[in-house]
């Protein structure tokens, strides 16, 4: 049983907001122009994890499979809040190969995206630079974050994060960005040129042919 919970205390806020690392709207505009910081949120999430085959055996409702993760330590950066882009790309590719899977497999990407000036474009760069690279137009890439709905569960983000991408490819759709109005310049520089795309409206998932959706969960 793996889980995650975040209950808010007024005494962790306080210096967050002090920090200016907290929104002052209370709204994580993930992606957005008008990104100010992240919304302290508070919820739970969990899942049960067991193996395929014996899940198949006892004839459990499957949800998603894992195909693969990995964990990454940050390195040198230049604070808490400017994380290395560069360190983000090697965890990328290190779930890649443990997945067995070419980023060309992946339709969707639940992303991180805490709503910060400085921390989605870092983050962005580095889902680019990994899975936007010789990208087909009819495999694009679709990114997008549950936080901008429910704000930044912080230790428990991480679940929630896989319960919105196993929500994903169970409707095999896209979510759309919920305050996502004009994209933030600097992300919209870190993607120029590569078939990503952060939807504002519901979007289908394509399924290659033979080929199960596959989705992706970036979470830091």
Not at 10 to 28: L, N, Q, Y
Not at 183 to 202: D, L, Q, R, S, Y
């Amino acid at each position: 049983l793996v889980t995650g919970v975040n209950i808010l205390g007024v005494e962790e806020s306080i210096p967050f907001a002090i920090a200016g690392m907290t929104s002052p709207d209370g709204i994580c505009h993930s992606f957005d122009a008008s990104a100010n910081g992240y919304c302290r949120g508070e919820g739970c999430g969990a899942v049960v994890a067991k193996r395929l085959s014996d899940a198949m055996r006892d004839g459990d409702k499957i949800y998603a499979v894992l195909r693969g993760s990995a964990v990454m330590q940050d390195g040198r950066s230049a604070s808490l809040t400017a994380p290395s882009g560069l360190a983000q790309e090697q965890l990328l590719r290190s779930v890649l190969s443990d997945a067995r899977l070419d980023a060309e497999d992946v339709r969707y990407i639940e992303a991180h995206g805490t709503g910060t000036a400085l921390g989605d474009p870092i983050e962005t760069g580095a889902l680019a630079a990994v899975y936007g690279a010789a990208r087909a137009e009819e495999d694009t890439l679709y990114v997008s974050g549950v936080k901008a709905n429910i704000g930044h569960l912080e230790p428990a983000a991480g679940i929630a994060g896989l319960l919105a991408a196993i929500l994903a490819l169970q409707h095999g759709q896209a979510p759309p960005n919920a305050q996502l109005r004009v994209i933030n310049p600097k992300i919209a520089a870190t993607v120029a040129g590569t078939c990503m795309c952060f939807p504002e409206e519901v979007v289908d998932l394509q399924r290659k042919e033979g080929q199960r959706l596959v989705a992706g969960v970036s979470s830091f």
